[in-house]
Structures are given as C-alpha cells and as structure tokens.
C-alpha cells in the first residue's frame, strides 16, 4: 500500500504539464496522504488529515481507519464516539463493532453484554467468542465451567488462559488469619505458610534465643538482663505475628496483581482477537 500512494502521487505529477498546477489539496490527495500517514502508524496526524475531508466522502472504511487511530493512540472513547458514524449496514461495520467491544472491555474492564452479529463470517464470529469469553475473567463469578470456558479459545492458548482462569475464580490466597495464628503458636511458621522460609526460620531462631536467653538468666537470678531479653524476645514474637500477617496480605495483593497485569498482556499480545486488517499491505 505505501508503494501505491508514491506511485500514484508520482503518476499524478507526471500526468501534468508543467505550467499547469498540481492540486496538493484536493479531497482524493488529502485522502492518500492521510492514507499514507495510517499505514505509517502516525496515527494523529492521519485524524488530522481525515478531518480535512470529514464529508466529502461517503466511505465508512474511513471512519474504521479513524477509529482504529484512536484505539491505538489509548483514546478508546473517542474511537466509539466514531463507530456511532459507521452505517450497521456497512461491509466495515462487524469489524468496527468488535474494534469498539474492546474499546469498551479497555475502558470498563468489566464482563462485556453485546449480543453477536448475523453479519459475522466465521472468523468474526471467533473473535466475538473470545472476546467476550475473556471478558467475563473481569466479572465476580464464573459464567460456565472452566471447560466450557476454554473450548472457544486455541489449543495453544489454553495453559495462559486456564492459569487465568484460576487465578481470578480460584486464587492461591494465604489467610492472612491462619498466617498469624501460626506464628503465634510456632514463631515464623506464618512466614513459611507464606512461602517466606528464610523470614520464617530466622524468626524462629532470633525469637526461640531470646527466649532462651530470658530463661537462662530467670535461672541463674540475673533479673534485669532477663526482663532485657524477655522484653526483647516479646517484641520479636508481636513482630512475627503481625509481619506473617502482613506478608499474607502482600502474597494475596501479588497473586491479584499478577492476575490483572497477565490478563492485560495476553489480550494485547492476542490484539484483543481482533482480525488482522489489510489496510496497508
């Protein structure tokens, strides 16, 4: 496509004499430039460009280019507010319907409620399948069982998409409760229920000394020094619990992260299972 509008702008020059002016600003030559300027990915000043002819061309294939600019500039709201342009009769308008069901799951992250178009042809009606079977990883519930919630997708994204599946409606949460009760009973033990095994042995170890340490001297009648490490070993032992508390709340914050940032990644890496568009090839 990039070698056709040189082409074509080049068989325009040559087309006219040299004493006749060649018409830079005309409606078909914005066009081509703007048309140049999308398949060169400069996307803002392609709507720049478009803008110049807004009207002077019924083309609903216009509005789609505008609308995937937008999309790829993050500013999804304004591409739905052209897909209000796009004529539902139009051979663009199923595309542009999935392009603005990403825009919405982008913008709401929330399980999408469209209903699917008699237009699609088959791949489209995958891309639909998909995208608003991902979408419901957003939602508080599952809507169907795992296996039915893998079937739309491919065989070769099914380890990601059932490791996401898990995380959102099954999650390896730690009780925070549990981790406390642990070490209160066995110091540092919350921090291995945790997975923190070197915390948890050390604060076995600094918190059993100092126990010990307190005792010895109770024993041998050297008071102060006991009350030190008693008081000590007190505040290892407060510490302990609260920090196994915490940490299980750090591991539960982390496993939600880890959901939400590789939900993001796999639908980006996918182009949210948008068909592949041949504007510029």
Known sequence: MRKIFVITFLIQLLAFPQSTSFDFHSPQNIKLFADH????????????????????????????????????????KLSNEVFKRINNGSIIYPDSYLLSMKNELVIKSTPL??????????????????????????????????????????AE?????????????????????LAGIFSAIIPGSGKMYVGEWGDGI??????????????DNFKADHTARAWLFTGVGAFFYAGNI????????????????????????????????????????
Not at 50 to 59: H, P
Not at 61 to 75: A, R
Not at 114 to 124: D, G, T
Request: hydrophobic letters at 40%.
């Open 37 to 76: 300027l999308f398949c060169e990915s400069d996307y803002l000043r392609a709507i720049e460009e478009y803008a110049l002819i807004d009207g002077q061309f019924v083309n609903d294939t216009i509005d789609f280019k505008i609308m995937l600019s937008y999309s790829n500039l993050g500013l999804f």
């Open 113 to 154: 409620e469209y209903s699917i178009l008699s237009s699609f042809n088959l791949s489209q009606q995958k891309s639909f399948n998909r995208l608003v079977s991902v979408s419901t990883l957003y939602g508080e519930k599952p809507v169907v069982t795992k296996n039915d919630f893998l079937s739309v997708f491919s």
């Open 157 to 177: 994204d099914h380890d990601i998409i059932s490791h996401l599946y898990d995380y959102k409606f099954d999650p390896p949460y730690k009780s925070p409760t």
């Open 202 to 215: 050390t604060g076995l170890l600094v918190t059993g000394l100092f126990a010990f340490l307190a005792y």
């Open 242 to 281: 609260y920090g196994s508390i915490a940490s299980a709340q750090i591991f539960n914050a982390k496993i939600d992260f880890e959901f939400s940032n590789g939900l993001k990644v796999f639908l980006e890496n996918k182009n949210y299972f948008l068909p592949e568009y041949d504007f510029c090839n």
